[in-house]
Each structure stands twice: as C-alpha cells, then as structure tokens.
C-alpha cells in the first residue's frame, strides 16, 4: 500500500524565480525558443535560460482563478521564462513531473491574493500544501499519467501536420489557383496582371522540377486555363462563381447567456460552448459549462447547436473557428459565438471550413469589428463572408481528397477528448491513493 504524506511546496522544490528575466515585446529577436508567461507560450527568441524539465506555475492573471487552462505545466528543453510564472524544479529525489500533476489537482485558493488581479507571491507559494508519495510510486504514477499525455500530444501533432496538407491543397487550389495558372502558362494564354507575381513563382518552380509542378498531371485535366473577372474576388478560374455564406446555409445565428433567474434550483446538464472554449487550432474543451435543459429548449432555443456546425468567435477574441462533433450535438452556446448550418454539408463543408480559416477572411472580417466595451463583429458580417465555388467535378475532387484527412483530424479529437476526461478522471484518485496503480493501468488498457 503506497503511503501519502502532506508536504509544503518549499519542503520539495527548489524555486528558481531568481534566474527568470522578461524581454520586453520590442526587444525580443524572433528565434526557435519558447518564452514562456503565466499560461503557457506566448513567443519564440532567440535565446533560452533553460534547458531541461522544469515546472512553471502562474504567478498572477485571472486564469489563476478562472484555471481556463492549467496553472501548472512543465515546459522542457531549451526556454525563456518572464517574470508571470514561478519556475521549481523537484529535491531530495522528488519527481517534477509528479508534482506537476500534484498541483493540478491542489487547492490553492487560499494562497491567492489580489482582487483586481490574481496572484500567487513567492511567500505563498512556499506555503502550498501537497500530497506526495514515495519517489519511486512517484514515478510509478508519472508514467501512468504520461502515457495518456503522450497518447494526446501524439494525436495533436498528427492534427496538425494533417490540418497544414489540407490548408496547403486548398491554398493552393482556391486562393493561388495553382493549376489554373500552370495550364494558362502551359497554353500561352494571358495571365491577369494581379496573378503576375504568382504566375512567375509557377514558372521558376516548373523549370525546377522539369516540367509540371507537383498537382499536375491527371489534376490538372479537371482545371479550366482561363480567367474571369469578378467584383467581389477579382480574378477567379473561368466558370466558376462568387457567393456569399447566406447563399450556402440553413441557418446563422448566434447564442445568449441565460439570466440567473432561469437556472436557480434547475439541474444543469447541457454542454454549455463561451468563446473561450475554442482554441486557436480549434479544439473545443473537455470542460464546459453546464445549463439546465429547461433553459435549453425555452429561452436558448434558438441557438440549439448540432453536430457538424461550423463555429466561430464573434466577440472578445474573433476568428477562431472550430466544428461541433458528434459528441456535443444538442449542446448550446452564448453570444459570443456564431454557428453556421450549411444545407448541404457533404458537398461544402471543407470548402466553407477552409474558406473561414484562409487569410483572406480573418482580413475580411477583421476590418468589420466593431470596437465596443467588447471587440465583436455581427451577425451580418459572418453571413456576407464570400466563398469562391469551383465547377462541380473539381468540388467533387476536392472533397474526395479532403474528407479522409478531416475524418482523421475529427476522429483524433474525438479520440483525445475521451482520453482527457480519463486522465482528469484518473489523476485526483492517483495523486490521493484512492486508486492503485495496477488499477488505473487496466482502466487505461480498456479505453486505449
């Protein structure tokens, strides 16, 4: 039986905040090093103070509170630290991944201070209780936490290379016109004086690989060799067209917050999406706010969310768009988020997706905010995004291309938001000893 002893944080860390320095934004030279702040990466420099595995604990924000994202997390290799997060690394043989996870789990209400903004002092960091065993249950228990961690950073990494081929396809097919290009160039035919500059890239690139570029032959076949002019888009491929959004959807729309009133004594059991619960890549949470059924089907009625809806960030941080999965069909979101319901989803929905993520629209729509108490664009803004509608056999192509690796990146997610609610589930009940570890391992085991 593992034996659990109550520890203050100073009686098992050393603290190194001594060795932190802050680079002001100006100053920073761009480079491949993190630099790290309070929650996480917020650039890369040149240089790094560290290198190895360390423990960085937020030292002020309202995400102290909030824990929007975790307070603890190791930041390993080479890095930068500024003056936001404490950095501790174990003594006396204690495992600095474990108490990583020690503190994810901690209370640590008490020892924050500030009302207009969150902080944890040097002082009061000392004084944070956690539970610790033995080094080597330490390490026992570590590798039983990693091996989902890596699972899920695995199934990350493997997103995000599959989301830049898709994104690098449709940049090259629906924003470069790439193909059209090389069978103008191939045929003599004139090239628009806008595409000139993308026209010479296809030349150079073509005489360096010694005929047609990569996505030629057989694909090029599916491609016109012209140009249109339109008023919206400029240059586009002959016989395709420009539409807007509206054009393409059964409904837009947007949530709203229910007043307080509605959810006292109501069992809250609907997956409840805030602008925060998306990330930049589009993941949604694993932890989400809950409103009571009632309320759902009354008064937020109008923004019931089904699986497959395209979403996107309206207020606060615009732009971030994500797509609802299965899992969280006939969940609700406030108004700081917008949904788009395509009427026909299997034929547009990686090209409106793509469309919603392309350069072109984040511009689009950024010049549409509206600086209010809260930066936000409307509802009317999201439905005149436009999106350029290639001939029928090439959306066809497009698709047939493009659905295998979404069904992929959709199925990882999925896959990492079942093994994230294992691991929440699992770490308190192994950082406390209410679970053993054998126990967790054949847990994991089923679900893995």
Not at 24 to 42: F, H, L, N
Not at 138 to 159: C, F, H, P
Not at 243 to 252: A, D, F, P
Request: aromatic share 8%; with cysteine.
């Amino acid at each position: 039986m593992i034996e659990f002893r109550e520890y203050e944080l100073q009686d098992v860390v050393n603290i190194l905040d001594s060795k932190r320095k802050p680079i002001k934004s100006s100053e920073r030279v761009s480079g491949p090093y993190p630099y790290y702040g309070a929650s996480g990466i917020t650039d890369y420099v040149e240089g790094y103070l560290f290198d190895g595995d360390y423990l960085l604990l937020s030292e002020d924000g309202d995400n102290i509170r909030t824990q929007n994202t975790p307070i603890a997390f190791m930041a390993k290799g080479k890095f930068w630290v500024n003056n936001h997060a404490h950095i501790l690394e174990g003594k006396n043989g204690n495992i600095t991944q474990y108490i990583c996870y020690a503190l994810q789990v901690a209370d640590i209400n008490s020892f924050v201070s500030g009302s207009t903004r969150p902080k944890i002092t040097q002082g009061d960091l000392k004084r944070i209780k956690v539970l610790l065993p033995d080094p080597s249950a330490q390490r026992s228990i570590v590798r039983i936490l990693d091996s989902l961690d890596d699972k899920i950073e695995l199934n990350r990494q493997m997103n995000e290379t599959l989301e830049e081929m898709a994104k690098a396809l449709f940049k090259s097919w629906f924003v470069d016109f790439d193909p059209v290009i090389d069978k103008a160039l191939a045929a003599g035919h004139d090239i628009p004086e806008s595409l000139q500059q993308k026209a010479e890239k296809r030349k150079k690139l073509s005489s360096l690989e010694g005929g047609v570029p990569e996505g030629g032959g057989g694909i090029l076949d599916l491609f016109p060799d012209s140009f249109t002019f339109t008023e919206e888009l400029g240059w586009i491929p002959e016989g395709w067209e420009v539409t807007e959004i509206r054009e393409l959807v059964s409904k837009v729309s947007k949530g709203t917050t229910p007043r307080k009133n509605e959810i006292i004594d109501l069992d809250e059991v609907i997956p409840f999406l805030k602008a925060r619960d998306i990330s930049d890549d589009g993941t949604i949470s694993s932890e989400l706010d809950m409103i009571p059924e009632e309320v759902h089907l009354s008064s937020l009625k109008r923004s019931i969310l089904e699986s497959g809806d395209l979403l996107i960030t309206i207020a606060g941080t615009i732009g971030r768009i994500a797509q609802l999965p299965v899992s969280l069909n006939n969940s609700n979101c406030n108004q700081a988020i917008a949904f788009i319901r395509l009427k026909d989803k299997s034929q547009y929905n990686n090209l409106v997706l793509f469309t919603l993520k392309s350069d072109f629209t984040f511009r689009f729509i950024s010049e549409k905010i509206v600086q209010a108490v809260q930066a936000n664009i409307s509802l009317e803004t999201v439905n005149s995004i436009l999106v350029c509608i290639p001939e029928y056999h090439i959306l066809k192509h497009w698709n047939a291309l493009s659905d295998p690796i979404m069904d992929r990146i959709r199925a990882n997610k999925e896959e990492n938001s079942v093994l994230s609610s294992l691991r929440d589930t699992l770490l308190p009940k192994l950082i406390s000893g209410e679970l053993r570890v054998p126990e967790a391992a054949q847990i994991i085991a089923d679900h893995v």
